[in-house]
């Protein structure tokens, strides 16, 4: 009786410790599992049980997710818990590439706080750090490259600007790294687009300091931080003032003050010299409100928050970094070193009993990145519009209209754009050999009654193959007018040419005549230089180029025009930052061209031997409808030049295959982020 008693009991003695060592066993094997990508893997133990504040924020991760409240949760991919001869940390980690949060250009796995406070409550933020990896490619003449940001101030309403971000940054090659912080204005007005960070130096130099080519490095810094080097820093708010406290063994104690709620930014003259020389050139010369970050509720973050990304620097000198992304593929850059990898010992915060939810801005932010923004949202016209696309598609409405192959919205890192592009070959309107993704103006005018186009432009790519011989080679036209009627000529078209090799290229605007009678077959074009070369410039042989523009424009350089027709006289001013600015005045009811000796030389050495040489008629192209175009009409196609040795490229066109084209260089791209269209107004 005593044996099944004991029996019994032992039994179920052994199952109940099965059980319990089975559960621990399956929780350690997932803590294992969401770690095992560290060798120095904390086993065991949350982020939250090494740094017990998670309550206090959200997790944002590489991916682009917000996971919410991080108190016992691990990413193996992202977020997990490490140890090393100096204790226990917490990891946090993302690629150059992936998913990311908001309307940002760079992948996070960051904290961001629940509660957002003004400028004239108290809180601090304090942490202790060390940056383990930044990523090992990019371009060195990028300022942001190879750095990220460890702790930040991040504003939830208004513009949504930062008045503080802490970098570190490190070239490769180097032992030692930098240590800088920002401070980001709150620009005056509705137009965010123009802002810009001043950068201070802690430890090392500050953003500006950069390479004089892609993958040539200043010297190394002689007071700064080695990866895997802990530093501290601390941040205080109180009665509008933000104090700093940076520290690091070996290293000499930093305090810096900053003032939020008034601003010393608000004159042009007050603009620094490390602005002109990082942010003017590609437009961002703000103005701040005179009351800074007053009234605006403000949220720490803190994490990895990497700062190279994938994006071509022709884009954006300062915060396109052109760095190796493997497509977006996670593992891969981790594998060769592009990422950003911070481990964090210690952190807090503190904050004033009056802050308040900051929901509102994660209902905002979270899944932005991938809601679709139209092109309309960017540059509100398209109602006044239809496109052709360069599969020949014609579209209607395109209020509520993209298309990820030709045209569709993105974001430079400041400000958004409509991108169109088109192949070398695709398929085309019934009078043209070129391919198009182009608006086409719904409404139609007689030069009298006149009308007016505005764009600011980038344009990003042209081909890369052609024929050095014909004019239209390698060229894209960004704005035109068109007639409805008669010829359907083109009384003006606004070209962008650069050839392979060159840095810089060329703008200039072509007037194609309207002939006399019924054949059309004579007609000819006058190109203008505005800045750069005309069409008539070209190569001796098929890859023999010219010499390099002096004052052209290069490949992601802004400009802009403004096509102003006024009681049948056309009037075109263009402008670019420094670059002089060229004004035109063209007479589209009274021709220049009714008799052969009126014929400039450019058409006798382009047009004539090819045959095109007619005169215009007395009244060019008075009494006919006209519309306005712009976007991207690529001008190099694959026809043979031995036919036309003026419009007839000889492109590479892969048989009509869109995406082998885009792969290799033989398509054009255009950006625009600011254009309107209406009636013609008086010449200033």
């Given at each position: 009786m005593n044996f099944k008693i004991f029996n019994s009991v032992s039994v179920h003695y052994l199952f109940m410790m099965s059980t319990i060592l089975l559960f621990i066993g399956c929780k350690?094997?997932?803590?294992?599992?969401?770690?095992?990508?560290?060798?120095?893997?904390?086993?065991?133990?949350?982020?939250?049980d090494i740094i017990p504040f998670f309550q206090h924020w959200?997790?944002?991760?590489?991916?682009g997710s917000n996971v919410g409240q991080a108190l016992d949760y691990e990413n193996k991919n992202y977020f997990y818990t490490a140890s090393d001869d100096h204790g226990d940390w917490v990891v946090f980690k993302t690629p150059n590439a992936g998913n990311t949060h908001g309307t940002s250009n760079n992948t996070r796995t960051e904290l961001a706080q629940l509660k957002k406070w003004t400028p004239m409550t108290e809180a601090t933020m304090k942490a202790t750090l060390k940056v383990m990896n930044v990523s090992t490619t990019g371009d060195a003449r990028v300022a942001s490259t190879y750095s990220v940001v460890v702790g930040q101030i991040h504003s939830a309403d208004g513009h949504e600007n930062e008045p503080l971000k802490i970098f570190y940054k490190k070239f490769p090659g180097h032992e030692k790294g930098s240590v800088f912080w920002h401070y980001e204005i709150n620009t005056a007005g509705d137009d965010n687009s123009k802002r810009w960070d001043y950068s201070y130096p802690i430890w090392g130099y500050d953003f500006s300091v950069v390479g004089t080519d892609e993958n040539t490095y200043p010297p190394e810094p002689v007071d700064g931080i080695a990866l895997g080097e802990e530093f501290t820093y601390e941040v205080v708010i109180k009665e509008g003032m933000m104090h700093l406290t940076f520290t690091s063994e070996g290293h000499e104690t930093k305090k810096f003050t900053k003032n939020l709620i008034s601003s010393e930014y608000a004159n042009l003259s007050d603009m620094p010299e490390q602005t002109k020389k990082l942010f003017v050139p590609i437009g961002q010369d703000g103005l701040e409100r005179k009351e800074a970050y007053t009234g605006e509720g403000l949220f720490f973050k803190l994490g990895t928050y990497n700062q190279t990304n994938g994006k071509d620097p022709k884009v954006n000198k300062v915060w396109c970094s052109g760095a190796e992304t493997h497509g977006g593929d996670i593992q891969k850059q981790y594998a060769d070193g592009n990422y950003a990898e911070v481990w964090f010992k210690s952190a807090d915060i503190t904050i004033s009993d009056d802050a308040i939810s900051n929901t509102g801005y994660f209902e905002a932010n979270d899944g932005l990145s991938t809601k679709t923004v139209y092109p309309n949202e960017v540059i509100p016209f398209m109602d006044k519009f239809k496109i052709l696309l360069g599969d020949g598609k014609e579209v209607e409405d395109i209020t509520q209209f993209e298309h990820k192959d030709f045209f569709y919205s993105v974001i430079d890192g400041t400000r958004r754009w409509?991108?169109?592009?088109?192949?070398n070959s695709g398929v085309t309107s019934k009078n043209s050999s070129n391919t198009r993704t182009e608006l086409h103006e719904k409404r139609e005018w007689l030069p009298e009654e006149g009308g007016k186009l505005t764009g600011t432009c980038k344009v990003m790519q042209v081909s890369i193959s052609g024929d050095a011989r014909v004019a239209a080679s390698y060229s894209t036209v960004v704005g035109q007018i068109h007639s409805g009627e008669g010829h359907e000529n083109e009384p003006l078209k606004i070209f962008y040419k650069k050839f392979p090799g060159h840095t810089k290229g060329s703008v200039f605007w072509n007037y194609e005549i309207n002939p006399v009678g019924d054949d059309n077959s004579g007609r000819w074009e006058h190109s203008y230089a505005v800045w750069g070369n005309d069409m008539s410039v070209i190569g001796k042989g098929i890859n023999d180029f010219p010499a390099e523009p002096k004052n052209g424009i290069e490949l992601g350089e802004e400009?802009?025009?403004?096509?102003?027709?006024?009681k049948g006289i056309m009037y075109l001013t263009f402008k670019s930052e420094n670059h002089e600015t060229k004004t035109f005045t063209k007479n589209l009811i009274s021709s220049e061209y009714v008799k052969k000796s009126d014929f400039p030389e450019q058409m006798k050495q382009l047009f004539a031997p090819i045959g095109q040489d007619a005169i215009e008629r007395a009244t060019a192209y008075s009494g006919e409808l006209n519309y306005f175009k712009q976007g991207a009409y690529n001008q190099t196609n694959g026809k043979s030049p031995e036919t036309n040795m003026v419009w007839f490229s000889g492109a590479e066109t892969y048989g009509g295959d869109i995406a082998k084209q885009y792969e290799n260089g033989c398509y054009t791209e255009v950006w625009f982020r600011e254009a309107t269209v209406g009636q013609g107004t008086p010449p200033k």
């Open positions: 350690e094997n997932k803590k294992q599992e969401s770690t095992d990508n560290s060798e120095n893997a904390a086993i065991g133990r949350s982020p939250n959200n997790l944002i991760l590489g991916d409509v991108v169109y592009k088109t192949p400009f802009s025009y403004e096509v102003n027709v006024y």
